[in-house]
Nanobody, 127 residues
Framework: QMQLVESGGGLVQAGDSLRLSCAAP????????MGWFRQAPGKEREFVAG????????YYGDSVKGRFTISRDNAKNTVYLQMNSLKPEDTAIYYC????????????????????WGQGTQVTVSS
């Protein structure tokens, strides 16, 4: 069964860094586009970062550009989100997502592109 397992969340202070991991045990995800989203209380799920299957192309939400970096290690079946210079407004549950259906007509920023989601990991940034 295909599943995603996120880890690496926690409570940090403003200005700190965190690295989130998303592992995909049980299936080879090297052929799939990947994404990270986040959802703060009372807000809609928001695109954070995306990467195509080969890792050649990356995409970022405006609020995280220059601070967050998405990467993948296909040998480890894992995608990462390095988050630097964290701000209190980055506080949210972070979800990784996979496009297993090759929905190429959807933008990476679109929720509809992804059909497999992890359970989420909480990131809390204190001021």
């Amino acid at each position: 069964q295909m599943q995603l397992v996120e880890s690496g969340g926690g409570l940090v202070q403003a200005g700190d860094s965190l690295r989130l991991s998303c592992a995909a045990p049980g299936f080879i995800f090297s052929i799939y586009d990947m994404g990270w989203f986040r959802q703060a209380p009372g807000k809609e799920r928001e695109f954070v970062a995306g990467m195509n299957w080969s890792g050649d192309n990356t995409y970022y939400g405006d609020s995280v550009k220059g601070r967050f970096t998405i990467s993948r290690d296909n040998a480890k079946n894992t995608v990462y989100l390095q988050m630097n210079s964290l701000k209190p407004e980055d506080t949210a549950i972070y979800y990784c997502a996979v496009d297993t259906s090759h929905r190429s007509r959807y933008a990476y920023t679109s929720l509809g592109k992804y059909d497999l989601w992890g359970q989420g990991t909480q990131v809390t940034v204190s001021s």
